[in-house]
């Protein structure tokens, strides 16, 4: 049996389900396996059958990296999220920042956009300041205001309960949850896209959903009711076909080059090669068709959420409709600004790189290291992650809320400045009453109890 700890993410799509495992010891390898998660395209799956192939996933990843699966994170997509912006401000007492005052600082905010039907599934940091000054790191900063902005993603908690249920009912646990687009950008954007100014675009199956990241943050979410099974449907309607046949005709041509098409001027065509050739500009025309629909939709979204253009481009993904011949080219005919075109999924025999997934245990490699790990150097030394002081972590608020308080109430001695935190008594006195779990310390806890 292989002693890593692994990190796990499972993703239930339409068509497939993804899981990926990365080792927190060895981060430079990431495992994954792929099923299908309908039997048929009708969009129509059994429950039965679905769970089943849930398993399946899980059990080829399980052989991949020698281990038991027992806890895994799940990705759902951004048209069952809602994202609110919050910010929580905490008090240093002029002493350096450290990880413990940033969770701090996180649970703040996250009171702010509690709600009794929501679950905070989420969070984006957008940035943090100390005594109104921006770092990207606070860390050893030292001041006597720390304040984090960040974005929070909620769902429906009968929603995110169901996929609970339907895990647990399998024999896995969810531990955490991370929105697709999200955990895309991890993979597909660099810091530098984010700060100067990227629509990140899933052209999923039934969904398009665009992110848009400037300023090394995520700025807005658009979802639209249309992706690659539009295609199928056009097809399907256009040629009188089902959606299997239609499904199979657009992925017969994605594989197709200009050099693979026959010359129809050439007097050694014959008529079954020109009836191919016909039935190919048929297809060509359909898909032509509905793409450029599709990139006038996206384009009014761009220009609706940003005025400057200049320096901003695009970076596309998804399954089948990122493989269709010619589809770079007349995306970057119709979209208004430059765009690059990927496969969502890359797969080379029993080799499998799927972007959302991977994107989330990578995501979530980096969160536990930073946040899991204290600045004692003893435990820096530790190899696994999750032998750290635990406590201090889950017992922190208790140990710091009364001084905290005390000196909210007291805030004559604060500086013009600093007017900011006396505006802040009334929500931190709502969090003192109430004081949600990040999803981090729920993850610990199911770990250490």
């Known amino acids: 049996m292989n002693e890593n700890h692994f990190i796990v993410g499972l993703d239930i799509g339409t068509y497939y389900i993804k899981a990926s495992a990365i080792a927190t010891e060895d981060k430079s390898t990431v495992y994954e396996s792929l ?74 905010s996250l009171s702010q956009v509690k709600s009794n039907n929501d679950e905070i599934i989420d969070t984006v940091i957008s940035r943090y300041l100390v005594d ?43 531990v955490g949850v991370g929105v697709s687009n999200n955990t895309a950008s991890n993979i597909l954007l660099t810091d530098k896209d984010k700060e100067n100014g990227t629509f990140l675009i899933d052209v999923g199956a039934s969904k398009t959903r665009v992110s848009y990241f400037l300023n090394n943050e995520l700025k807005s979410i658009e979802v639209f009711p249309f992706g690659g099974h539009s295609i199928t449907n056009d097809i399907a309607i256009v040629l009188e076909k089902s959606r299997g046949e239609s499904e199979k005709l657009k992925k017969s041509i994605s594989t197709l080059t200009d050099k693979n098409v026959i010359d129809s001027e ?65 995306v970057n005919n119709n979209l208004i600004i430059p765009t690059n075109v990927i496969t969502s999924d890359i797969i080379d025999g029993n080799s499998i790189f799927t972007f959302q997934v991977s994107g989330l245990v990578y995501s979530l490699l980096e969160v536990l290291s930073y946040t899991v790990y204290d600045v ?12 750290s002081n635990i406590k201090e972590i889950s017992d922190l608020k208790e140990n710091v809320k009364q001084k905290e308080y005390k000196e909210y109430n007291d805030a004559s001695y604060l500086t013009e400045d600093q007017d900011l935190i006396a505006d802040k008594k009334e929500e931190n006195d709502e969090y003192e009453k109430s004081e949600p779990l990040t999803w981090f310390q729920k993850f610990i806890n199911k770990f250490f109890k």
Do not use: C, W
């Open 35 to 108: 099923v299908e998660s309908t039997d048929n395209f009708l969009n129509i799956r059994d429950k039965k059958y679905l769970k089943q192939q849930i398993v399946n996933s899980i059990a080829i990843l399980e052989e991949k990296i020698e281990n038991k699966i027992k806890h895994v994170f799940l990705t759902i997509d951004p048209e069952f999220t809602k994202m609110k912006k919050s910010e929580g401000i905490i008090l240093l007492d002029e002493m350096p920042v450290d990880k413990k005052d940033i969770i701090r600082a996180i649970d703040k």
């Open 132 to 174: 109104g000054v921006s770092y990207d790191n606070p860390i050893g900063v030292e001041g006597r205001v720390l304040e984090v902005q960040l974005k929070a993603f909620l769902s429906d908690r009968d929603y995110v309960e169901r996929q609970n249920k339907l895990l647990n009912s399998i024999g896995l646990n969810l």
């Open 266 to 330: 050439s007097s050694n065509v014959d008529k079954d090669d020109q009836k191919k050739n016909e039935e190919l500009e048929i297809l060509d025309e359909i898909i032509k068709a509905r793409v450029i629909d599709m990139m006038d939709n996206i384009n009014t979204y761009i220009k609706s959420v940003e005025k400057n253009l200049s320096g901003k481009k695009a970076v596309i993904h998804g399954g089948g409709i990122a493989k269709i011949r010619n589809i770079s080219k007349t």
């Open 376 to 387: 004692d150097e003893s435990e820096k030394n530790v190899k696994k992650p999750f032998t």
